[in-house]
């Protein structure tokens, strides 16, 4: 299969592609490095990578950019982050992608346990993961040719240790379960799924 994978110079992203590198193509899409360089708050860029890419089977997200800070910091300029970045953005590469995906792909979005259970400093990230779930359920009764769409939303990462202190309690999601969960999405037959470890 020939497998796009946006944010894949962070951590999940990283892992993931080294994880299906052997058994597909992998296109690495980042904000710097990889394969292709885009700014997914930006429509035109998207537009012209998957025009510069041609047709693919799949393509995964772990890409996303929020605000992260205390509640009385959030204005509209500050939650705009979320909405442009982890929210338009994912959904812009499906919108888009659409046009451009083979007949029975799939689009993989990622969201987060912040979805239901908010923590201090991420109101913001909870919003976005909302509103991107609630789009996945909404595509997957109307996209076309067998194309599926799901997300993944894993707790904190086992490799991001620096976000440990956020999360006071929640046991991190490890990195053979996150690259399962996708497998689930990217392999398996459902659509409009919410996949949780």
């Given at each position: 299969m020939k497998i796009i994978i946006v944010g894949a110079t962070g951590t999940m992203g990283t892992y993931l592609s080294s994880a299906f590198e052997n058994e597909h193509e992998i296109i690495r899409v980042a904000s710097q490095g990889g394969d292709f360089q885009v700014d997914i708050t930006s429509p035109e860029e998207i537009e012209k990578f998957f025009q510069a890419v041609g047709p693919f089977d799949a393509l995964i997200s772990t890409a996303g950019p929020t605000f992260v800070g205390p509640w009385k910091k959030l204005n509209d300029e500050t939650f705009r982050k979320g909405v442009e970045g982890k929210m338009m953005g994912q959904i812009n590469l499906v919108l888009i992608g659409q046009h451009y995906i083979n007949p029975k792909g799939s689009f993989t979005l990622i969201t987060g346990a912040l979805t239901e259970e908010p923590q201090i400093n991420f109101a913001n990230a909870s919003a976005a993961n909302?509103?991107?779930?609630?789009?996945?359920?909404?595509?997957?009764?109307?996209?076309?040719?067998?194309?599926?769409?799901?997300?993944?939303?894993?707790?904190?990462?086992?490799?991001?240790?620096?976000?440990?202190?956020?999360?006071?309690?929640?046991?991190?999601?490890?990195?053979?379960?996150?690259?399962?969960?996708?497998?689930?999405?990217?392999?398996?037959?459902?659509t409009g799924h919410i996949i949780k470890p």
């Open positions: 909302g509103a991107v779930e609630a789009f996945v359920r909404g595509a997957a009764i109307e996209l076309e040719n067998g194309i599926r769409i799901n997300a993944v939303s894993p707790t904190v990462i086992e490799n991001s240790p620096h976000y440990f202190p956020y999360f006071p309690g929640e046991i991190p999601t490890t990195m053979k379960q996150l690259e399962f969960m996708f497998r689930k999405s990217v392999f398996g037959a459902g």
